[in-house]
């Protein structure tokens, strides 16, 4: 069986990282359109198309440049746009995942501001009750992180078309690309905690903090402004092979870092109750040497 190679077919473009990011081909689908290349200006929805001063607009994008592949779909009939959103996001959850955005049927907007506003495609123009968008974050042991997008839809007409647009940025956003918080807000209600982006640094000196970029930082505050009722525990883990006391420390100040930035911001100090579980809990580890989790607490 042929394979897909992130950029999903871009094993035609013999992108070195190509391997680490490898995606089955949906069984019987009609590739419809393709095309590879570079971008300095690609829209990425975070966002659903509302209708802002009489036009439909997506209310949260973010501009970002680098290698596109783009990919237009066609399902075998019988098939579902569920059937082949979830077929690619399953095997998408397989590495290094973080959901940025995600909506379904009208909660979306319009499938015609999807397919004729956003991906200028005339295939996907479908039924809006039938539609689905997510956006995701994949990082690997490439420190550019590929950004991407999924959207199916159905037809008037039954039949089923899916868009796979795929980025690897040239660089980092060292900003940040930040959830919305409609997503952090359902992982919050669903899971019961959402982990914070942000990775461990090392300064000169052998000190390690977290490198808070500003717009993670701002999406928890757009949070917990959503939510004023809400307390969460700022839960900080640290994974260094030294004695637990000293992991506990650490991740304490890890977790208490990141309660002083968002105080700093706005929020409430009695809303953040900071806890450092050093390396106690390696559930969700992955690859990193530590982390901080915001976990809600029921009253």
């Known amino acids: 069986m042929k394979v897909f190679v992130v950029f999903f077919v871009l094993a035609f473009s013999h992108i070195a990282l190509a391997a680490d990011l490898s995606i089955q081909p949906y069984h019987n689908a009609r590739i419809m359109f393709q095309s590879t290349g570079a971008t300095d200006d690609y829209v990425f929805a975070l966002g659903s198309y509302k209708k802002i001063a009489g036009s439909w607009r997506l209310d949260r994008q973010q501009r970002l440049s680098g290698n596109l592949t783009r990919y237009t779909v066609e399902l075998p009939e019988g098939h579902s746009a569920n059937n082949g959103f979830d077929f690619y996001l399953d095997q998408l959850q397989n590495f290094n995942l973080r959901e940025l955005f995600h909506c379904t049927g009208r909660d979306c907007g319009t499938s015609n501001s999807w397919a004729n506003n ?48 795929v980025l690897h940025v040239d660089s980092v956003n060292e900003l940040g690309v930040a959830a919305n918080p409609e997503s952090i807000i359902r992982a919050l209600e669903s899971s019961g905690y959402y982990v914070f982006p942000d990775l461990l640094v090392s300064d000169a000196q052998g000190s390690v903090s977290i490198k808070i970029k500003p717009a993670h930082l701002q999406v928890l505050v757009d949070v917990l402004n959503a939510k004023p009722n809400w307390t969460l525990a700022v839960v900080g883990h640290d994974y260094a092979p030294v004695a637990l006391a000293v992991q506990q420390k650490n991740s304490l100040a890890y977790a208490e870092q990141l309660k002083a930035a968002l105080q700093e911001a706005g929020v409430k100090a009695n809303r953040l109750v900071p806890y450092g579980l050093g390396g106690l809990a390696p559930a969700g580890r992955g690859d990193r040497a530590g982390r901080v989790e915001l976990v809600k607490i029921d009253p």
Not at 119 to 136: E, T
Not at 139 to 153: E, G, I, M, Q, W
């Open 118 to 165: 956003h991906f200028k495609i005339l295939q996907l123009y479908g039924l809006d009750q039938f539609q689905q968008y997510g956006a995701y974050e994949v990082t690997n042991a490439d420190a550019r992180p590929f950004y991407v997008a999924l959207y199916a839809v159905q037809r008037g007409n039954k039949r089923v078309y899916m868009q796979l647009d």
